[in-house]
């Protein structure tokens, strides 16, 4: 069974502390990684793609890297304004299919 | 680009009552995506279709659930009757289908939905 497992649900973090989010994976055929950003009472928002094993994508503060079984998303000198719940999401099998979730982790930064 | 939009953003009904959501995908996406999200369960996939076509229903829980897309502009998911555990917030997606490479899904903002 496919499964995406997020580690840790909650992180709290103060501005400017470095930090890591495990995201460890089990599919047939993967597709495509996907990071997905969330914030209270609102829609996941896009926020990378990795493909295979080796690629990282960074942006602003953030960096996605990707091994055969898991990724990580880093956080660099992180500001209050990066609280938020960070989703990982894996896509098997054929194109157009649906995404498989894990139940994300909460980042909360204070100043 | 207007995003995906849906609604309502939230529905307040009472057990027993007909509940239907909307939703109007991205122009130029062909497949969309109806999912759950619930603190217990996370983000759960309902129902999705490609053009217009429902290709996985798999994650619609009982009868009481049904989704249609009659138009690549919109689809509805509606639940009869509606019960107290069906309270969770829906979330619709679209993408850009593509037979190769990966086809990122853009979300709406959601439908809050409370059953009491």
């Known amino acids: 069974e496919d499964q995406v497992t997020q580690s840790p649900e909650a992180l709290r973090l103060q501005e400017g502390e470095s930090s890591s989010l495990n995201c460890s994976y089990t599919?047939?055929?993967?597709?495509?990684l996907f990071w997905y950003r969330q914030d209270p009472g609102k829609g996941p928002e896009f926020l990378f793609t990795l493909y295979s094993a080796g690629e990282e994508k960074e942006k602003e503060r953030l960096k996605a890297t990707l091994t055969k079984k898991e990724s990580f998303l880093h956080i660099t000198a992180p500001k209050p304004e990066d609280s938020a719940t960070y989703l990982c999401a894996v896509q098997a099998g054929q194109a157009g299919t649906a995404l498989i979730f894990g139940k994300g982790t909460t980042l909360s930064v204070s100043s | 680009d207007a995003g995906v939009i849906q609604s309502p953003r939230h529905e307040v009904t009472e057990m027993g009552q007909e509940v239907t959501l909307r939703c109007k995908p991205i122009?130029?996406?062909?497949?969309l995506f109806w999912y759950r999200q619930t603190m217990m369960r996370g983000l759960e996939l309902l129902i999705y279709f490609n053009n217009n076509v429902p290709i996985d229903d798999s994650g619609m829980p009982e009868d009481r659930f049904s989704a249609k897309m009659p138009n690549a502009s919109f689809s509805t998911l509606k639940i009869q009757p509606s019960e107290p555990r069906d309270s969770a917030v829906y979330f619709c997606a679209s993408s850009s289908f593509r037979t190769s490479g990966v086809d990122t899904q853009y979300f709406g903002p959601g439908t809050r939905l409370t059953v009491l």
């Open positions: 599919v047939s055929g993967l597709r495509g």
């Open positions: 122009s130029g996406h062909n497949s």
